[in-house]
């Protein structure tokens, strides 16, 4: 059996991803569609609902090994902004190995990479079409992410509703 690309590998882990996001969206009531077009449009999943808006879904499925949390901001292949330079989401969301999901808004976790030192910057990561900074996974998560798997779906609205950006 051949072995599956680099790319393949990730598109299927990013699929999942999105498909975990979707279903946590859906257990607080929201309803939702991934992004089918092929064109990068600056979001992964548009909800509506109680909350109306769009999420960028990332998996980091090295955090677990590594204990940092990594942030794409640059594309050195089409030296263009990407990832969170370039989304248009309302909120970013962060899926681990562990499954557990977590959520920032776009827009402040944005300021928060321009403002604040990173553990490491990355130039050149991946396939070589990714910047990347590297922030410890505590520094992030309690700061600008919270936890929404697990919530009952009250506290995902309401998790998910101050993270907006507007």
Same mark, same amino acid.
């Given at each position: *059996?051949?072995?599956?690309?680099? #790319?393949?590998?990730?598109?299927?882990?990013?699929?999942?991803?999105?498909? +975990?996001?979707?279903?946590?969206?859906?257990?607080? @009531?929201?309803?939702?569609?991934?992004?089918?077009? &092929?064109?990068?449009? @600056?979001?992964?999943?548009?909800? $509506?609902?109680?909350?109306?808006?769009?999420?960028?879904?990332? &998996?980091? +499925?090295? =955090?677990?090994?590594?204990?940092?949390?990594? !942030? =794409?901001?640059? &594309?050195?292949?089409?030296?263009?902004?990407? @990832?969170?330079?370039? /989304?248009?989401?309302?909120? $970013?969301?962060?899926?681990?190995?562990?499954?557990?999901? $977590?959520?920032?808004?776009?827009?402040? +976790?944005?300021?928060? !990479?321009?403002?604040?030192?990173?553990?490491?910057?990355?130039? !050149?990561?991946? %396939?070589? &079409?990714?910047?990347?900074?590297?922030?410890?996974?505590? =520094?992030?998560? @309690?700061?600008? #992410?919270?936890?929404? %798997?697990?919530?009952?779906?009250?506290?995902?609205? /309401? /998790?998910?509703?101050?993270? *907006? /950006?507007?």
């Amino acid at each position: *059996m051949p072995k599956k690309s680099s #790319f393949t590998s990730d598109r299927c882990a990013g699929d999942r991803a999105e498909e +975990l996001v979707q279903g946590v969206f859906h257990s607080a @009531g929201l309803k939702s569609e991934r992004n089918q077009t &092929n064109q990068l449009s @600056g979001w992964d999943i548009r909800f $509506w609902g109680e909350l109306n808006g769009t999420a960028e879904v990332k &998996n980091d +499925l090295y =955090e677990r090994k590594s204990g940092n949390v990594a !942030i =794409e901001y640059y &594309n050195p292949r089409s030296c263009k902004p990407s @990832g969170i330079a370039a /989304t248009k989401s309302d909120v $970013w969301v962060i899926v681990l190995a562990d499954q557990s999901v $977590w959520v920032a808004s776009s827009k402040e +976790l944005l300021e928060y !990479i321009k403002s604040k030192p990173c553990l490491r910057d990355i130039p !050149i990561a991946g %396939d070589g &079409n990714a910047s990347l900074k590297l922030y410890r996974r505590e =520094e992030l998560f @309690g700061e600008l #992410f919270s936890r929404l %798997d697990g919530l009952p779906p009250d506290g995902v609205l /309401t /998790t998910l509703a101050g993270r *907006m /950006t507007y």
